[in-house]
């Protein structure tokens, strides 16, 4: 197995040399490791919503794609979890999937891969705590799905991403879920949250939020991001940072 993957490799790297946009192909080879079967869906993944205008700007970013790419970048976290944690139960891989695949982590992998490179985004390098290219990286897993299958998505993600993490048992016990850990909190003391959008605006990069997080009335913390849950995330770890 080891050596026809050998094989298949050095074949992959020959048929690159043949290619009209061999600059595009090269660079997705370095970041997936197999050449892709074309360029289309991958352009999609990279693609921004902020780079495209008109009624017609969803079909042609990569939010569709991120959807797709979302629920099997779930999938094949669940399959690595219960293979690698089989005396874990239920819960514990339901938060460890949640830890492994939260908004920071993905966006740190897909820096660490490289996709801060190639994802074509207005102002992308002045957002404020933007997860541009986590949710890029859930696209590009999505444009892998389209182009060749399940199998590839679950290889990439193995060899490619999650294998970027130096020690996974100690990752996927880190909860960066901040909101999920304040509602813990809240419940098991018997207090009261609320999270509020407090501010919405519309800027060229996209929507913009300031949420706020408040415990029995009183506020607690406040977040800023280019989603709701971005926001929320970020208020909830304003607020842990003030509970003893």
């Given at each position: 197995?080891?050596?026809?993957r050998v094989f298949r490799k ?163 016990r880190n909860d960066k879920n ?52 971005e926001s929320q995330q970020n ?10």
């Amino acid at each position: 197995m080891k050596a026809k993957r050998v094989f298949r490799k050095v074949i992959d790297k020959i048929r690159l040399l043949s290619r009209k946009d061999r600059e595009s192909y090269l660079l997705l080879y370095s970041i997936l490791g197999f050449v892709p079967s074309s360029l289309k869906p991958y352009k999609m993944a990279m693609t921004h919503s902020s780079q495209v205008v008109g009624s017609g700007r969803k079909l042609v970013c990569n939010e569709r794609l991120e959807f797709l790419g979302d629920a099997v970048l779930s999938s094949v976290t669940a399959d690595f979890l219960y293979s690698n944690f089989r005396k874990e139960r239920e819960g514990f891989l339901s938060k460890s999937r949640s830890n492994l695949v939260c908004r920071e982590r993905l966006n740190e992998l897909a820096v660490e891969i490289g996709l801060d490179r190639v994802v074509r985004a207005c102002g992308a390098d002045n957002h404020h705590n933007s997860y541009i290219y986590g949710n890029a990286l859930e696209a590009l897993i999505g444009a892998i799905y389209i182009d060749k299958g399940y199998k590839y998505c679950r290889r990439f993600l193995l060899e490619r991403v999650f294998s970027k993490l130096d020690n996974i048992d100690s990752v996927v016990r880190n909860d960066k879920n901040f909101k999920s850990r304040i509602i813990e909190w809240a419940q098991k003391h018997h207090r009261q949250i609320v999270f509020t959008v407090v501010k919405e605006e519309q800027r060229k990069e996209g929507a913009y939020f300031v949420s706020e997080v408040s415990v029995d009335g009183e506020p607690f913390g406040r977040g800023e991001g280019f989603s709701k849950r971005e926001s929320q995330q970020n208020a909830a770890e304003a607020a842990l940072k003030k509970i003893p």
